[in-house]
């Protein structure tokens, strides 16, 4: 029996997990629900799907229907904080992408309560980076340094509020500039769309606190590229990683859909391989 799914977002990421789970390359899941707050964006995506979910009105309709086992959010860190609670008291596990709006402490307090109490999973795929596995196990034996540097193309950066704020100019820039380095709960405040990696890192080990970002805008890129350094008791890392960016969504990184739908095939396989 499959595992009935709701989505909440169909932008790049939300269209390329639906497309993924009518085609069957999602495991036993099946896609019952859409729900956007734009019906432009529902409408076009219902189109290209064969298997004809609904489309919700709003999220009490999803919140109602008891053979949803999970929803998935790929619209925004709002999304997160209006919607994650309700879903998993209503009796779903909840896959989030936007995680950076765990940068919020009591969001995260009220959400791993509302997972406590009902008995029910957040699920956060690993996202456009790679290593969450070995940040886990190294946590175990305690991480003393964890940095991200994220190199962008300025048009993946240019919407950020913080940028506006700071008075950084990103429009015909001519060399790579570093326009934040800080903790990860700052990070995932002033770049909500971009550095979702920066909290599930956080996440995985030392907190949003002790986790240090470095944003850098890089005109020569056209790619999105991480790189992630890690040192404690058990043994330094290193891992770097370039991202194929979504073509019409410089924000967003293909890796990020692709670890979506794996987190949803795993649910399915006999065989669970990694921590």
């Known amino acids: 029996m499959g595992l009935k799914v709701a989505l909440i977002g169909c932008g790049a990421i939300g269209t390329a997990l639906a497309q993924a789970i009518d085609k069957g390359r999602a495991g036993r899941a099946e896609l019952v629900w859409l729900y956007d707050l734009k019906p432009e964006k529902f409408e076009a995506l219902a189109k290209k799907l064969r298997s004809k979910p609904r489309i919700a009105k709003s999220m009490a309709e999803i919140y109602a229907d008891k ?18 609670t309700d879903v998993l008291r209503s009796g779903k596990d909840i896959m ?8 919020d402490e009591m ?11 009902s008995g029910h999973k957040i ?10 596995d070995g940040v886990k196990a190294a946590d175990l034996g305690e991480i003393e340094e964890v940095t991200l540097t994220t190199r962008k193309p300025p048009a993946a950066l240019a919407y950020s509020t913080y940028l506006k704020k700071s008075g950084i100019k990103l429009r ?26 920066a909290a599930t890192l956080s996440l995985a080990g030392i907190g949003l606190d002790k986790t240090r970002v470095r944003v850098i805008a890089d005109p020569k890129l056209s790619h999105n590229v991480h ?49």
């Open 227 to 275: 790189e992630i350094r890690v040192r404690g008791k058990a043994g330094e890392f290193v891992i770097k990683m370039k991202n194929v960016p979504f073509p019409d969504d410089p924000k967003t990184s293909y890796l990020a859909a692709l670890s979506a739908i794996r987190t949803l095939r795993n649910l399915s396989e006999s065989i669970r391989i990694g921590t």
């Open 107 to 117: 969001l995260l307090k009220s959400v791993r309560s509302a997972a406590g109490l």
């Open 67 to 84: 053979t949803v086992g999970m929803v998935i959010e790929a619209a925004s860190q709002l999304a997160v904080e209006q919607c994650s």
């Open 172 to 197: 015909g820039l001519k060399k790579a500039r570093m326009v934040f380095d800080g903790p990860a709960r700052k990070a995932a405040k002033a770049f909500p769309r971009s550095v979702n990696v």
């Open 123 to 132: 699920y956060i795929p690993s996202g456009a980076i790679l290593g969450i």
């Open 96 to 103: 989030v992408m936007s995680v950076g709006a765990f940068a």
